[in-house]
Each structure stands twice: as structure tokens, then as C-alpha cells.
Nanobody, 120 residues
């Protein structure tokens, strides 16, 4: 199983960016897809998740209204559209897959992180 995150880079504050997470080796539509992030010196934190068919989404309060998670099961890909970016959004962003919507439950699969920096 592989989860390949991409789309990181450098963006100015107030800008937008879209991250992608492409999965292989698993039945993509059978998994809840999750985005997490880890800022320098901080613990990894939940950002957003999306249910199997995309009908349910949940966001961390810190990104609510600015980030949008989506998925395309035909392309085995999940996305994180990030708008109105702030310097505090700077982090390594990870995608993960799990079998349920409980935020605190373990993840079945992890992808490698993609670095994303917001300059002020």
C-alpha cells in the first residue's frame, strides 16, 4: 500500500494551495481519508477527514472555513484545498487512511509527508 502526498511548496500568506494524496494497493473507496500536519516542534495534529463516499467531512477548528477536503474515488485520490493561508499553517502535511470516522482511532496506512511553508 502506498499513499503518495504531493503539492507542497512555498506560498505567501493569504494564498491558496491544493495538496493531493494518491493511493495504490488498497480499495480506496473502503477507507476514510485523513489529512494531518506536524509543525516544527509540535505534535502531529488532525486537519480533516472525509468519509468513504465523500458525504461526511470534519475539520479541525483551526482550518474550518479555509480548508476543504475532497476525494475522487475513480482516481484513488484525496485532496486538500487550502485557502486564506496563514504562517501558522506551515507544517509537514500527511495523508492517512483508516476504516472509521473516529478521530482518535488508529490509522491503517500513512503516506510520506509533503512540506508546505507559508511566508508572511
Amino acid at each position: 500500500v502506498q499513499l503518495q502526498a504531493s503539492g507542497g511548496g512555498l506560498v505567501q500568506a493569504g494564498g491558496s494551495l491544493r495538496l493531493s494524496c494518491t493511493a495504490s494497493g488498497l480499495t480506496f473507496s473502503s477507507y476514510v481519508m485523513v489529512w494531518l500536519r506536524q509543525a516544527p516542534g509540535k505534535e502531529r495534529e488532525f486537519v480533516a477527514h472525509i468519509s468513504w463516499g465523500g458525504g461526511t467531512t470534519t475539520y479541525a477548528d483551526s482550518v474550518k472555513g479555509r480548508f476543504t477536503i475532497s476525494r475522487d474515488n475513480a482516481k484513488n485520490t484525496a485532496y486538500l484545498q487550502m485557502n486564506s493561508l496563514k504562517p501558522e499553517d506551515t507544517a509537514v502535511y500527511y495523508c492517512a487512511a483508516k476504516s472509521n470516522l473516529r478521530i482518535t482511532s488508529p490509522y491503517d496506512y500513512w503516506g510520506q509527508g509533503t512540506q508546505f511553508t507559508v511566508s508572511s
